[in-house]
């Protein structure tokens, strides 16, 4: 889940919108996700998840060595969900959906530590969680992939997954 538009107002704005379902199911044929780490019952796109109940960001929260991860989480605090993506990335590969804000400390430290970032063409229509259809996103979206025990290429390409549904 995360909340589209201006990133700097995003701790004004909701946190839950959805993962267009295309653009998860394009990335789980790749990277065959187990655990959903921000999502909500109604709307946990893996078998595993983890809520506002279950806070993926708690220490106590460990990846398996066969977990595939995925997360797009509430755009409000990315720093500590980066520390998290880096920590878990010891046991299991993980990807991110993020705003792809590279003027941020964040995604510096993303950059630095991510075995590939995929900066996304075009915008992600997020999924209204109350209903309302899609809403168009007013920023950049980027997909972002920690490996276990690799060290990072620093890989940044230009990725049209719409394209890639057609196929």
Partial sequence: MSAPGDIR????????????????????????????AAASKKDALCPMYCTKEINALSPSITMSPWSGVFCNPPYGNISEWVKAFIRWSEKAIVVALLPA?????????????????????????????????????????????????EYPTYGIATWDWRKELSK
Avoid: Y
């Fill in 101 to 149: 804000a590279t003027d941020t400390r964040w995604f510096a430290e993303a950059a630095r530590t991510a075995k590939e970032i995929r900066l996304l063409s075009g915008r992600v229509s997020f999924i209204d969680p109350t209903g309302g259809g899609r809403t168009a996103n007013t920023t950049g979206s980027c997909v972002v992939v920690w490996k276990p025990q």
């Fill in 9 to 36: 107002k995003a701790e004004n704005s909701r946190s839950d919108w959805r993962t267009p379902p295309e653009l998860f199911a394009l990335l789980d044929s790749e990277f065959h996700f187990t655990m959903d």
